[in-house]
T-cell receptor, first 113, second 108 residues
Framework: DADVTQTPRNRITKTGKRIMLECSQT?????MYWYRQDPGLGLQLIYY???????NKGEISDGYSVSRQAQAKFSLSLESAIPNQTALYFC????????????FGEGSRLTVL | RKEVEQDPGPFNVPEGATVAFNCTYS??????FFWYRQDCRKEPKLLMS???SGNEDGRFTAQLNRASQYISLLIRDSKLSDSATYLC?????????FGAGTRLFVKA
């Protein structure tokens, strides 16, 4: 089983719908992240959390929200999805002792029509 | 200007070839550097760290030049399984910046 698990892996939705992407980890890491990846742009940070009570905006947080329900769970919500949010979304974790070494989930491919 | 820039490629090389990728970063305060590997439609995975003194892991060698703000990855004796996208990463403080990646195709 993967150490960082994302659900759903694929989702097609319509403009205006609310979508939640979930991430859970068994690595015991305190830090969790949500990234999106678009062709030619690399990974862009949406939100990050260093512990359950800590939530921080990344480079492209507009249109997104997150919830850190537990140390092992970090969910990303799109309150009202729009087509330019079509992308591949990755959850990642890291240990505060080695913060720059990220471990990624397998990705959630979201298509907004 | 992107904070971390890479040549997108693709690099098409035969098996056994030596190939080098370069990466530049704009934030002189960046502290740590890495190369990640990403297979098609898969998640990125850490390949190796990059140090000023150089870092070698088997066929892979990574180098950092802080004065030029330049990072390199050298792959010797390329294998078909090396075909992937290689992401350059620079970190500093709470920021981890990924380059857009360089695509490598190794052909028989």
């Amino acid at each position: 089983d993967a150490d960082v698990t994302q659900t759903p892996r694929n989702r097609i939705t319509k403009t205006g719908k609310r979508i939640m992407l979930e991430c859970s980890q068994t690595k015991g890491h305190d830090r969790m992240y949500w990234y999106r990846q678009d062709p030619g742009l690399g990974l862009q940070l949406i939100y990050y959390s260093f512990d359950v009570k800590d939530i921080n905006k990344g480079e492209i947080s507009d249109g997104y929200s997150v919830s850190r329900q537990a140390q092992a769970k970090f969910s990303l919500s799109l309150e009202s999805a729009i087509p330019n949010q079509t992308a591949l979304y990755f959850c990642a974790t890291s240990d505060s002792r080695f913060p720059a070494e990220l471990f990624f989930g397998e990705g959630s491919r979201l298509t907004v029509l | 200007r992107k904070e971390v820039e890479q040549d997108p490629g693709p690099f098409n090389v035969p098996e056994g070839a030596t190939v080098a990728f370069n990466c530049t970063y704009s934030n002189s305060a960046s502290q740590s550097f890495f190369w990640y590997r990403q297979d098609c439609r898969k998640e990125p995975k850490l390949l190796m760290s990059v140090y000023s003194s150089g870092n070698e892991d088997g066929r892979f060698t990574a180098q950092l030049n802080r004065a030029s703000q330049y990072i390199s990855l050298l792959i010797r004796d390329s294998k078909l399984s090396d075909s992937a996208t290689y992401l350059c990463v620079a970190t500093g403080g709470f920021k981890t910046i990924f380059g857009a990646g360089t695509r490598l195709f190794v052909k028989a």
